[in-house]
């Protein structure tokens, strides 16, 4: 059952990946090295758009839907959260749409083009119905809807964008209908499928309450992340040469695939992790969480490999107007060594339900980040790439130590709550 719960959540998440990884040769072979910047800002909107809009409300029923017994506290939960997350969506994005026709402020990614816009807030509205629609399978132990849904997302994104390329002269506008079909018919089918899942769920602001007092950390947490891991794209768009912005871009889209398959690997032990910490059994939750600490370490080391021989070949891969070099991987490494790091605590503060300490620390690798950016930022990419490295193991290395030492305060409650009794 465990085995088949990590194949079909890991698998699932392969496939959506892949279908992203596959699409990155047409892009780069479509797209000249301007336009390829373009397509990274594009994904970098749309990974920060969603948690800051939603406040990641949708997400957040991943925890508090252990808390309930009952499947009509579990699928209320749910819906309440999931609709907040929406409304998010709806209410927050229209209101920067608007200030942005109103001053006339333009961004290098839709070039003011109101059009263009409106498509990429649709894309953030279906990315929450999907991730939704993907959290209630897992959380529910439904996997394999998971694995359905994360495969049409994938797949749909990459056959979309291969078709509508060829008739569409415009390459941006090609990419941004394909995502959201992909979008649109992945969350159809897990909706469809799954949908008895919260049928006897009603909207009830106390789950609001409970979903905001967990996901106001992750949120300010996936906004760090986001900071340190891709918001080098926009400076890089701007202060760096089409080619390195390009080159850059790769890289940078390679350490957020990575990052996402790291967490999905964590993710496929959702329900006997929480299942643990809801049950007092401090030592199996670790056990497990150390388990996937090492498998995740051992997965960024195999991807970097292969990476390595992709660079070395590079100008057998790569057009021209693109550059890459082979040193900017030892950052980007120790980028992602430090994110499965941190991956291990954030999981870990997710069980304690003390995701308030996300806050804290996440903020401190803001303005760490913002003052390596300053001093490194003559040195191109590297300073880019090495900027978000250093940042991300201070961050790692510090927030591991205060999950240590929560951890080690739950258990000498739990041990004097036994002595008591």
């Known amino acids: 059952m465990a085995f088949n719960r990590t194949l079909m959540i890991v698998g699932g998440t392969i496939a959506q990946r892949l279908g992203n990884v596959i699409l990155l040769p047409f892009v780069v072979a479509t797209m000249s090295s ?3 910047t373009r397509f990274g800002l594009f994904t970098s909107t749309i990974a920060i758009a969603v948690p800051i809009l939603t406040m990641n409300l949708h997400l957040a029923i991943g925890r508090i839907y252990f808390d309930h017994a009952t499947d009509e506290g579990k699928a209320s939960a749910f819906i309440t959260n999931i609709l907040a997350g929406a409304i998010g969506i709806l209410v927050g994005g229209g209101a920067l749409l608007l200030f942005l026709q109103a001053s006339g402020v333009t961004d290098p990614m839709t070039e003011g083009d109101l059009g263009l816009q409106v498509e990429i807030l649709a894309c ?3 990315l929450v119905a999907m991730q939704g629609g993907s959290i209630l399978a897992r959380t529910r132990d439904r996997n394999h809807l998971y694995a359905l849904s994360s495969t049409v997302s994938g797949a749909g994104l990459l056959l979309g964008y291969v078709v509508l390329q060829g008739v569409l002269s415009d390459n941006m506008q090609a990419l941004v209908y394909a995502y959201l079909a992909a979008q649109f018919l992945a969350a159809a089918v897990t909706w469809s499928l799954y949908r008895y899942g919260i049928k006897h769920g009603k909207v ?12 106001a950390g992750t949120m300010i947490y996936v906004v760090s992340i986001w900071v340190i891991g891709q918001g080098g794209r926009w400076v890089g768009g701007v202060t760096l040469p089409d080619a390195m912005s390009a080159g850059y871009t790769l890289v940078s889209y390679g350490m957020v695939v990575l990052g996402v398959m ?10 006997p992790f929480l299942e643990a910490f809801a049950s007092d059994r401090v030592d199996d939750a670790l056990k497990i969480m150390k388990t996937i600490a090492r498998r995740n370490f051992a997965i960024v080391g ?12 590079k100008e057998n891969l790569l057009p021209l107007g693109y550059h890459m070099e082979l040193v900017w991987l030892l950052p980007a490494l120790v ?6 790091l941190l991956n291990h605590s954030v999981w870990l503060f997710g069980g304690l339900k003390e995701t308030w300490w996300l806050i804290l620390t996440s903020l401190c690798g803001i303005g760490a980040y913002l003052s390596l950016l300053i001093l490194l930022i003559d040195e191109g990419v590297s300073g880019l790439l090495w900027s978000s490295a250093l ?12 999950a240590e030492w929560r951890i080690n305060c739950w258990r000498a409650r739990l041990i004097s709550e036994e002595n008591e009794a």
């Open 204 to 215: 009830r602001m106390v789950h609001l309450r409970s979903g905001f007092a967990y996901s």
């Open 335 to 340: 980028y992602c060594l430090a994110a499965a």
């Open 391 to 402: 940042t991300m193991f201070v961050q790692a290395f510090v927030l591991r130590m205060i």
């Open 262 to 271: 790291v967490n999905a690997y964590s993710e496929s032990h959702r329900i």
């Open 302 to 313: 195999v991807a970097f490999a292969v990476g390595a021989i992709v660079v070395v070949f």
């Open 34 to 36: 301007s336009e390829f």
């Open 124 to 126: 953030a509205l279906l």
